[in-house]
């Protein structure tokens, strides 16, 4: 069974103090590993995708990056708006029916202190 | 650019009473997604549809869930006969291709009394 587990499952930082969150996963056949940001109340907004180990993406404070076992989001120079819950999920290739399910980690709460 | 839509945004239902969740992909999107996240638990895929297809269903409960994409209108995500255990936030998403990145509305809030 495909699995995706993140850690840890809360981060406090400081504003400014850089951290990374971690995503690791058991899969055969990944298609595409995928990270959102979630906040209270609202639907998962799409950051990231990454197909290849090597791989990087980078979006303003956040870089993600891609090995053949995990996944980093790395956070640079943290604000108060970057709290929120930050999602995983992979995709793989099962035959064709199942290529659009994303299967999800539980989630990294990151709370960023002023 | 209107993102995917879903309403009602919450939903209060009584046992035994049926659910229907609408979802309108974004413009230009012609595969669906329904996800539920139920209370300390993450998101559990549900079922995949394109327009008048059921591509995927691998995650639907076998019972009271059924789900369409006609080719007019919104989807629908319904269940019927509610239980408690139902209450949960149900989201869904579309993307082009399914290759590319899925983008999710903002839920849909049933609480179940």
């Known amino acids: 069974e495909d699995q995706v587990t993140q850690s840890p499952e809360a981060l406090r930082l400081q504003e400014g103090e850089s951290s990374s969150l971690n995503c690791s996963y058991t899969?055969?056949?990944?298609?595409?590993l995928f990270w959102y940001r979630q906040d209270p109340g609202k639907g998962p907004e799409f950051l990231f995708t990454?197909?290849?180990a090597g791989e990087e993406k980078e979006k303003e404070r956040l870089k993600a990056t891609l090995t053949k076992k995990e996944s980093f989001l790395h956070i640079t120079a943290p604000k108060p708006e970057d709290s929120a819950t930050y999602l995983c999920?992979?995709?793989?290739?099962?035959?064709?029916?199942?290529?659009?399910?994303?299967?999800f980690g539980q989630g990294t709460i990151l709370t960023v202190h002023p | 650019n209107a993102g995917v839509m879903q309403n009602p945004r919450h939903l209060v239902r009584r046992r035994g009473q049926e659910a229907r969740l609408r979802c309108s992909p974004m413009?230009?999107?012609?595969?669906v997604y329904w996800y539920r996240q139920l209370p300390e638990e993450g998101l559990k895929f549900m079922v995949y549809?394109?327009?008048?297809?059921?591509?995927?269903e691998s995650g639907m409960p076998k019972e009271r869930f059924s789900a369409e994409f006609p080719k007019e209108g919104p989807s629908i995500l319904r269940i019927q006969q509610v239980v408690r255990g139902d209450s949960a936030a149900y989201f869904c998403?579309?993307?082009?291709?399914?290759?590319?990145?899925?983008?999710f509305g903002p839920g849909t809030r049933l609480l179940v009394l």
């Open positions: 998403a579309s993307s082009p291709p399914p290759g590319g990145g899925q983008y």
């Open positions: 899969v055969s056949g990944l298609r595409g």
């Open positions: 990454l197909y290849s």
């Open positions: 999920a992979v995709r793989v290739d099962a035959g064709g029916t199942s290529y659009g399910k994303l299967t």
């Open positions: 413009k230009g999107h012609s595969h």
């Open positions: 549809l394109q327009k008048e297809n059921i591509i995927d």
